[in-house]
T-cell receptor
Framework: DGGITQSPKYLFRKEGQNVTLSCEQN?????MYWYRQDPGQGLRLIYY???????QKGDIAEGYSVSREKKESFPLTVTSAQKNPTAFYLC?????????????FGPGTRLTVL | GQQVMQIPQYQHVQEGEDFTTYCNSS?????IQWYKQRPGGHPVFLIQ???SGEVKKQKRLTFQFGEAKKNSSLHITATQTTDVGTYFC??????????WGLGTSLAVNP
């Protein structure tokens, strides 16, 4: 069953701690994306990667870091430098990095920083 | 930079009424995509429009892409409670990046 998995679904952390969100896909897609969604807001792009070992900053990359060591995996670390990390985080992938590609989303991780 | 504006932000309808959401871009788009996000869920792809003036239908949903490829609309005929959610448009500009609208949240009273 192909798709994108994100874990965990809910995550609680104390302020000042780094936390890593997992994203795995078995769709053999080249490109992967991380978005942040706040209540009543749209999707804001954090980072994206079009190929293994390469990634680019999106619109709100400050306080976040990523890696793309394998095609299937694109973990996102929310660092203590991110001033307001509580949000719903969505991972997505596309077959290529073209803007015409359909984006396939994972179920998301809801992060709450206490 | 490129922007995609989506209106209205919220819409509350009685079941059976029609619903329309509009997307307007500041620049010409190469394509526009529509997604639906159910409450508590993740965005799911609905459709992509590529050609100027294109109209596509999916059962009670009608999607249009403007002649100038700068605007698009999604119309739902006779809404049902299963239509509840947030509808997003996303357009790709010349730089091939996808620009997302802020979404229209639809609530349907049974």
């Amino acid at each position: 069953d192909g798709g994108i998995t994100q874990s965990p679904k809910y995550l609680f952390r104390k302020e000042g701690q780094n936390v890593t969100l997992s994203c795995e896909q078995n769709l053999n897609h080249d490109a992967m994306y991380w978005y942040r969604q706040d209540p009543g807001q749209g999707l804001r792009l954090i980072y994206y990667s079009q190929i293994v070992n390469d990634f680019q900053k999106g619109d709100i990359a400050e306080g976040y870091s990523v890696s793309r060591e394998k095609k299937e995996s694109f973990p996102l670390t929310v660092t203590s430098a991110q001033k307001n990390p509580t949000a719903f985080y969505l991972c997505a992938s596309t077959r290529t990095g073209a803007g015409t590609d359909t984006q396939y989303f994972g179920p998301g991780t809801r992060l709450t920083v206490l | 930079g490129q922007q995609v504006m989506q209106i209205p932000q919220y819409q509350h309808v009685q079941e059976g009424e029609d619903f329309t959401t509009y997307c307007n871009s500041s620049t010409t788009l190469s394509n526009i995509q529509w997604y639906k996000q159910r409450p508590g869920g993740h965005p799911v792809f609905l459709i992509q429009l590529v050609k100027s003036g294109e109209v596509k239908k999916q059962k009670r949903l009608t999607f249009q892409f403007g002649e100038a490829k700068k605007n698009s609309s999604l119309h739902i005929t006779a809404t049902q409670t299963t239509d509840v959610g947030t509808y997003f448009c996303a357009g790709a500009g010349n730089n091939r990046k996808l620009i997302w609208g802020l979404g229209t949240s639809l609530a349907v009273n049974p």
